[in-house]
């Protein structure tokens, strides 16, 4: 389930630049049920020895100016926020709480929810083209020497981007669904070569993160295709990765 939500505000919403963290506290306060609220945020759901949240959140779809030397980007209404997820009790508390609030804070400003528009439902093939609303991320964890450990981030133009996509779609599936699906093929195709272009560092409190904005084709199960655009694509969704919109 799908909505797209747009905010107003008398003034600029003036936040970081990399304000991922602030959006994604917007969606937890506005969850009316604070247990369910408090659930997500702090448990979530395991399959196996990972866990999901099963949502997703686009950037800020808005006019902006950016301020780099404060480190700031400024955004003006209206502003779009689209939130993705395979949990509808997620989507309708949101929604309901937002529809009904006068107005809520997004860091420091006042913004009340203007329209929220519930998208149709999706049926898809086994080959879509897509563009990413939040750049989409797979990583994976090194041990070292004296129990440290690295983070080592992948593109979409490496091996190892597809077979983390690929087993994170999956086991999102099993946790949806209690089955592995029908068929399991899933890859990604990356449109062109424009890896750097594409590329985002993001610092999401404190740690950075690899991702990759752009656009992709998505060719496989269409079931996984579907899992991949209710929930995200790739890792990190709940903290703003992994959105995309199908084109055409």
């Given at each position: ?150 983070t080592e981030y992948f593109s979409p133009w490496q091996a190892r981007f597809q077979e983390i996509a690929r087993s994170n779609l999956l086991a999102k599936y099993q946790l949806l669904h209690g089955e592995p699906p029908a068929h399991d093929e899933f890859r990604i195709i990356p449109n062109g070569n424009q890896e750097q272009r594409f590329k985002a560092v993001i610092n999401y409190k404190g740690t950075y993160i690899v991702g990759y904005n752009g656009i992709y084709w998505l060719e ?29």
């Amino acid at each position: 389930m799908r909505i797209n939500i747009e905010l107003s505000c008398d003034k600029e919403i003036r936040l970081p630049i990399h304000y991922s963290h602030i959006v994604q506290g917007f969606l937890y306060k506005n969850l009316r049920d604070r247990n369910y609220s408090e659930f997500l945020h702090q448990t979530g759901f395991w399959q196996g020895r990972k866990q999901f949240k099963l949502f997703t959140f686009s950037r800020l779809l808005a006019p902006f100016t950016l301020y780099k030397n404060q480190g700031l980007i400024a955004f003006r209404s209206p502003i779009h926020l689209i939130i993705s997820s395979a949990l509808e009790p997620f989507i309708t508390d949101l929604a309901e709480t937002l529809i009904t609030s006068d107005w809520g804070f997004l860091g420091g400003s006042v913004v009340e929810a203007e329209s929220i528009a519930v998208e149709k439902e999706m049926r898809f093939s086994d080959k879509v083209q897509i563009k990413m609303l939040s750049p989409t991320v797979a990583y994976s964890t090194v041990n070292l020497e004296d129990n440290r450990k690295r983070t080592e981030y992948f593109s979409p133009w490496q091996a190892r981007f597809q077979e983390i996509a690929r087993s994170n779609l999956l086991a999102k599936y099993q946790l949806l669904h209690g089955e592995p699906p029908a068929h399991d093929e899933f890859r990604i195709i990356p449109n062109g070569n424009q890896e750097q272009r594409f590329k985002a560092v993001i610092n999401y409190k404190g740690t950075y993160i690899v991702g990759y904005n752009g656009i992709y084709w998505l060719e496989g199960s269409p079931e996984l295709i579907k899992v991949a655009y209710d929930t995200g694509l790739g890792s990190k969704n709940s903290q703003g990765f992994g959105c995309f919109e199908v084109m055409g």
